[in-house]
């Protein structure tokens, strides 16, 4: 369908993004382009309505102030200015208001009065345009999609089972290092509900004999890194006739890694290091869209709640919460622990409220008493932060009687633990996991 956009240049603000949620919030597309976008890339980009000139502290580059090309003020698109001198001396605001409703209204004004926008953003016609794009990009061909279980490698999943249902193949691989349940979700739901064609790889063998004795933590990411490029390599080349790989990029990924005054915050790290012989076109459905849009995207797909709005988890999984080198005992008493603390956590009405919540188990015992008898057993750690960007977080206030539940419950269910503490260090000093 025509969907109409109002385009975001980066003359060095600090928040392109938050603009153009806002903006995607009033019902209205918006994507963020480098400032020197010539004249005709802008004609080539569909339905823009309008232009936000976005400057800010960060418009010095290599010495010199940045501006966008001449031409483009007279290209005929509506513009607002903020924070950045217009050079063909029409208006500018000095910055953006800060109170909410002003903004609000500042940009409702811009976007559908200024620019005459129509407001038909939303997941509905997302779904119906990417379908509709998927099934022209892949025809009758076939594509591979590494599924986690995650956030969004499962949207993706549900948008191409939807688009070409039998022609997606899903592999997950299930790493020894899984949350409670968590393979089997990804088989119930997307093999049992939505009949998609999944390869189960159980190589939990496989990666804990890999990793048998190795404590240094980098090294044990790298082992888990490499050895799941390896099974999915081979997966893949069990299957036949496949042209295209899946992926879920979003869209701060392309955000964070490309625009010209942004500092590069992480490079993306989807599956890499496929072989030559084994590389693949690209279908990336995602792509356009903010996490809280693909979380809105796999509701409107009818994925379950849990999976969509499951809290962040690393890619290595419970492997860095089992600390020094794994083995099958703490990794059995961090994933039981893990499993006690998010149920209770629901309960508590603390899962929709804290940003992410899990138990480490150390490699070292301390000394207890059981039955009247002296034990000695590994302690089980609870940690439970929020943040808004990872780069720093704070610790949850987390009340008393709930924290003297999940600790009863541990020291009574889970087997080779006898004390159970909680970690109240923020970051910094302290990062969000332990390794
Ligand atoms: N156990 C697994 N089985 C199959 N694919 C996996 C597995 N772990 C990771 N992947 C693939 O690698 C990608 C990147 O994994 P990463 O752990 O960085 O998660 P992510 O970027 O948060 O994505 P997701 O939300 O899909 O997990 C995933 O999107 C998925 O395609």
Known sequence: MKQDMIVILDLGSTDNTGVARKIRDLGVYSEIYPHDIT??????????????????????????????????????????????????????????????????????????????ADANWNMKNFIEDQVELVRRQVGDRKVLLALS???????????????????LYCVHVNHGLMRKDESESVVRVF??????????????????????????????????????????????????????????????????SGTKTAKIVKSHHNVGGLPDDLQFALVEPLKQLFKDE??????????????VYRQPFPGPGLGVRCLGAITRE?????????????????????DHKVWQYFTIVPDFKSVG????????????????????DAMTATVEPVDWAVLGKITDRILKEVKNVNRVCYDLSPKPPATIEWE
């Open 39 to 116: 004249v005709d890339e802008l004609a080539a980009l569909p339905g823009v309505k309008g232009l936000i000139l976005n400057g800010g502290p960060n418009h010095m580059v290599d010495g010199t102030a940045i501006d966008v090309c001449p031409q483009l003020y007279r290209a005929g698109y509506p513009i607002l200015a903020v924070s950045h001198p217009r050079k063909d001396g029409g208006e500018a605001l000095d910055c953006w208001p800060a109170d909410e409703a002003s903004y609000t209204q500042l940009l409702k004004t811009f976007v559908f009065d200024t620019c005459g």
């Open 149 to 167: 279980g995650g956030v969004d490698s499962s949207v993706v999943a549900a948008l191409l089972i939807r688009a070409i249902g039998n022609q």
């Open 330 to 350: 703490r990794l059995e008493a961090v994933r039981e622990a893990d499993a006690i603390l998010r149920e209770e956590f629901a309960l508590a009405g603390l």
């Open 294 to 307: 693909v979380r809105r995207c796999g509701v409107e797909l009818g994925l379950p709640d849990e999976m």
């Open 369 to 388: 008493v059981k039955d009247n008898a002296r034990c000695f057993e590994y302690p089980v750690i609870i940690r439970a932060i929020n943040t808004v």
């Open 191 to 256: 093999r049992d509900q939505l009949n998609a064609n999944l390869t189960y790889v159980d190589a939990s063998e496989r990666f804990l004999n890999a990793l048998a004795g190795v404590s240094d933590p980098e090294a044990k990411r790298k082992i888990i890194g490499s050895e799941f490029i390896r099974v999915f390599e081979e997966e893949a080349r069990k299957l036949e006739g496949i042209d295209f790989l899946a992926q879920g990029t979003i869209y701060p990924d392309i955000v964070e």
